[in-house]
């Protein structure tokens, strides 16, 4: 169905292909995986596919791309539009109508399907991804996590032989995340549709897939084969892959189930130990305590300040980062947070956790003064957010959010991070240094449009970094990225955390919260219904505990490096 002859992708002026070497074939009825690290070209590859690469991006593709035995160099893609459905990272720049019933319908009206048939579609696609409730409402009122299940809709409303999905869960919620897949195995098993998706949350999908296409790294030539053997030599696998490899079984698991018949030996050899922190490195003997400010004296080390209470502008020294109380906030005809009560304090790393729409976004934007309160109150560092100037509030927090473009606005990663810098007033080199160990070999001239989707994320969470807020808010810090990408920022959180910084995190990655959250907090239509510590919260939750704790049940693991630690301690 599809058919990659010798593809190598090479844009503008630049000196090496974005992708080279790709002979691959993906068979009728296939659910297909790509995988490799951010930044390798996966989103390149999936463009070739429905013809976006060449005629919308632009360079050179040099080899034949076929779908359906057409070739994408002479049928740009509205001549594919009818084999090929595509969704990509940001559902936003694919809308083309205003509300979520007009954009099933859209793509079918383009084809000029009949009007009943188009109804019947919309109907069915409706139920299928749990959208009939939402059928009237405006687009830009959904979820981040809503707003990527409308495109899939529109998509799968055409019927297409093909499905193309760049990251098509990274926004939702896990038993969303389950459902979108549920569907896409009931349209590759009972209609025979062919499905190529990449997807860097691994744990959710590696084990449907019916091949693997392995992106090892720039330059590298894809791999293609089975699952289990693909994983056996990725650079980036889920967490039930690499507990398999600490303990040695073989072949490798794929899915909890697996994993969970052949845990007995561990679990017993885990029985009676608990799981140990990770140890993050301490500031230098002596060190002053670190106080909010809009100056900051130059650092010898990078995020190296001392663990201590901090006391932000207009808060005393020991006093709550951020108070919350009986908050309630609309939008519109919507209640989107009532009586919700946080406290956030020096030094603490809280994950806010829920389906989609239930409110995650709408408290960390509260906490930034982005929503006037109906009712209740927010205080951040002593100031009221939608009372206090821009410029004073960004002493006190600082906002990544789900859309990393927000942040970023100058034509190179250089300028950026100069821009940064001077916002900031923080020393001339202080951002790019956190953009080299946070996204190693991106290049000072790219175009921070030219980067991943998690490459443009991290890069904004750099931008904010570098002005050391007390209080950071970070919304789906994880879309995007792969799992070294992730183990990066996980340990320079860690450090902010160390350091005094107080750090919430939207997230429907419940593997980053098992890794770096010490709190939990779970809401739920607007509502808090769970907070409590992150073992005490997810372990007893099915929807948000992460593999290692659902394979080792009873016992209270949640990542691999605390079983590897506890492993190593044992005889």
Sequence with gaps: MIRFEQVSITYGEASAPAVRGVDLTVAEGELCLLVGPSGVGKSTLLNAVCGLVPHFTGGTLRGRVTVAGRDTRTHAPRELADVVGTVGQD???RFVTDTVEDELAYGMESLGLA????????EETLDLLGLAGLRDRA???????????????????????????????SALDPAA???????LQRLVHDLGTTVLLAEHRLERVVHYADQVILMPGPGAAPRQGPPAAMMAHSPVRPPVVDLGALAGWSPL?????????????????LAGTEPRPPEVPGPPPGAPAPVARTRRPRRTGLLRRRAADRAPDGAAPGAPLAEVRRLAVRRGRVEA?????????????????GRNGAGKSTLLGSLVGLHTPASGSVTVGGAVPHRTAPGTLVRHVGLVPQEPQDLLYADTVAAECAAADRDADAPAGTCRALVARLLPGVSDATHPRDLSEGQRLTLALAVVLTARPPLLLLDE????LDYAAKARLVEVLRELAAEGHGIVLATHDVELAAELARRVVILAGGEIVADGPTEEVVVSSPAFAPQVAKVLAPLPWLTVPQVARALEATP
Excluded: Y
């Design 91 to 93: 559902p936003l720049d």
């Design 115 to 122: 009007p009943d048939v188009m109804r019947r579609r919309v």
């Design 477 to 480: 810090p994880t879309r995007g």
């Design 139 to 169: 687009l830009t009122t959904l979820s981040g996590g809503q707003q990527q299940r409308v495109a899939i809709g529109s998509v799968l409303t055409a019927h297409p032989k093909v499905l193309v999905l760049d990251e098509p869960t």
């Design 177 to 183: 995340a389950e459902e979108v897949l549920a569907v």
């Design 337 to 353: 947070l009532r009586s919700v009560e946080l406290t956030v304090g020096a030094g603490e790393t809280v994950a806010l956790m």
């Design 253 to 269: 698991p794929l899915s909890v189930r697996d994993a969970r018949r052949r845990s007995p030996e561990l679990r017993a050899r």
